[in-house]
């Protein structure tokens, strides 16, 4: 008696999970669909050539995780926040992280990512962010430059550039300071970045 009734106990503890699973792999498949529309060619055909060798060096603190979350947070902005566009995320980044390697997801990020600019639609990859904000093609940013555009990738609320030039300043020396202190760069090339104006492109000043 107490063997079936454990039975049907267990029955019925199956029943919902594998309708919750199946529910989870229906809103999964339909997640990879709308994924393949938005990314296209996908990552594989992102181009990070040319960028200087400092982004490439600080971007091994992301995990291919960590990246599949910061292009999910492109395809569902944060500030959409209901209940629905944060499973969206979720699932976005969770099929990213599966389906292509760190070095596609990075390539993909730094091709792609977008960087506000005033008045305008936001500017793609850090190819357009370098030309847009300093006047000059990736691979002439000077290394506080570049540690900049890759900590606005990752937090686009932080201060800009052409916005708030003297907070970024600050911003940029601080990480750079980090760098520093990690071993990344060394004293000296720390206190020559630092020191540097920050030139902006076309009609914006230096700022120092």
Same mark, same amino acid.
């Given at each position: 008696?107490?063997?079936? $009734?454990?039975?049907?106990? #267990?029955?019925?503890? /199956? #029943? ?11 809103? /999964? ?9 938005? #990314?296209?060619?996908?990552? %594989?055909?992102?181009? !990070?050539?040319? /960028? ?14 960590? /990246? !599949? &979350? ?14 629905? +566009? ?7 980044? *969770? ?9 596609? *997801?990075?390539? =993909? ?7 506000? =600019? ?26 506080? %430059?570049?540690?900049?555009? =890759?900590? *606005? ?6 201060? !800009? ?21 990690? &071993?990344? $760069? ?6 020559? %970045? +630092?020191?540097?104006?920050? #030139? ?5 000043? !230096?700022?120092?």
């Amino acid at each position: 008696m107490m063997a079936g $009734i454990r039975v049907r106990s #267990i029955f019925w503890v /199956l #029943i919902p999970a594998a309708a919750v699973a199946g529910i989870i792999a229906v809103v /999964l498949t339909r997640y990879a669909r709308e994924l393949d529309r938005l #990314i296209g060619d996908g990552p %594989e055909g992102a181009a !990070a050539a040319g /960028l200087p060798p400092i982004l490439h060096r600080v971007a091994d603190s992301l995990s291919a995780t960590d /990246l !599949a &979350g910061l292009l999910a947070r492109q395809f569902v902005p944060p500030d959409r926040s209901d209940l629905s +566009s944060g499973f969206k995320r979720t699932g976005y980044a *969770l099929l990213m992280a599966r389906k292509y390697e760190k070095e596609s *997801l990075l390539a =993909f990020f730094f091709d792609r990512t977008p960087f506000p =600019f005033p008045r305008k639609t936001p500017v793609p990859g850090f190819e357009g962010a370098a030309r847009a904000y300093f006047g000059v093609p990736p691979a002439r940013m000077t290394a506080g %430059e570049a540690v900049l555009l =890759f900590h *606005l990738a990752r937090f686009p609320d932080a201060p !800009a550039p052409v916005t708030d030039p003297e907070r970024a300043i600050e911003l940029r020396n601080r990480l750079l300071r980090d760098l520093m202190n990690d &071993g990344t $760069i060394s004293a000296a090339q720390y206190r020559s %970045e +630092s020191g540097r104006p920050l #030139i902006l492109s076309g009609s914006h000043p !230096a700022v120092w």
